[in-house]
């Protein structure tokens, strides 16, 4: 496709479960990001990958959050016993990375909410 | 610690006004500055950005100015139409190590901007 494409792209799912969004990046970009967007705030940094290798992931919570991008392309954020408080739109961006655009393409977002 | 500030939850212009939305930030490791505008239940999307090393940047109706002295940028979109009314949201970057790219994007809360016909 030609965007960031994001799935599901509402998930709802109980208190303790474990969850995987998906995210397809703009093909060619070798950069990729997740945020995580709660009401009336900005989105918040959780990781970015170039190419397969997580290059920061200082912005993940905790150790329930875990993402992966095994081939350089698709990115799965995995986020294990979920709690209330990790009720958030969840955003995946791309870019060229390095040495290319710096901008970021966002996806629509992933809709969680624990109950 | 908010790194980025955006102080004005809304603003609201009439239609063919000028629309001047402010960001302050605090860490000055940042060097590269954007704007991202969003539509309810899309993601972000892209409308200009600024480095470091300069004080203007336009792009048709939108430009964002930067005031390194003061840690404060501006983006103004003239003239304003009501296609304009979303949420704004300014972001802040530093280059990586090694000088060749930039990683995460530090976002302020945003901005609701309504522009009335």
């Known amino acids: 496709g030609a965007g960031v494409s994001q799935t599901p792209s509402n998930k709802v799912t109980e208190k303790g479960k474990y969850v995987e969004l998906r995210c397809d990046p703009i093909s060619g970009h070798t950069a990729l990001y997740w945020y995580r967007q709660s009401l009336g705030q900005g989105p918040e940094f959780l990781i970015y990958?170039?190419?397969?290798?997580?290059?920061?992931d200082s912005g993940l919570p905790n150790d329930r959050f875990f993402a992966v991008r095994p081939e350089g392309s698709v990115s799965t954020l995995k986020i294990q016993r979920t709690e209330r408080g990790d009720s958030a739109v969840y955003l995946c961006?791309?870019?060229f990375g390095q040495g290319g655009s710096t901008e970021a393409f966002f996806g629509q977002g992933t809709r969680l909410t624990v109950v | 610690d908010q790194q980025v500030k955006q102080n004005s939850p809304s603003l609201s212009v009439q239609e063919g006004r000028i629309s001047i939305l402010n960001c302050d930030y605090t860490?000055?490791?940042?060097?590269?500055f954007l704007w991202y505008k969003k539509y309810p239940a899309e993601g972000p999307t892209f409308l200009i950005s600024i480095s470091s090393i300069k004080d203007k940047n336009e792009d048709g109706r939108f430009t964002v100015f930067l005031n390194k002295s003061a840690k404060h940028l501006s983006l103004h979109i003239v003239p304003s139409q009501p296609g304009d009314s979303a949420v704004y949201f300014c972001?802040?970057?530093?280059?990586?190590?090694?000088?060749?790219?930039?990683?995460?994007?530090?976002f302020g809360q945003g901005t609701i901007l309504t522009v009335h016909p």
């Open positions: 961006a791309s870019s």
């Open positions: 990958f170039q190419g397969t290798g997580a290059a920061d």
């Open positions: 860490n000055s490791m940042f060097d590269y």
């Open positions: 972001a802040a970057s530093t280059r990586n190590a090694g000088g060749t790219s930039y990683g995460k994007l530090t």
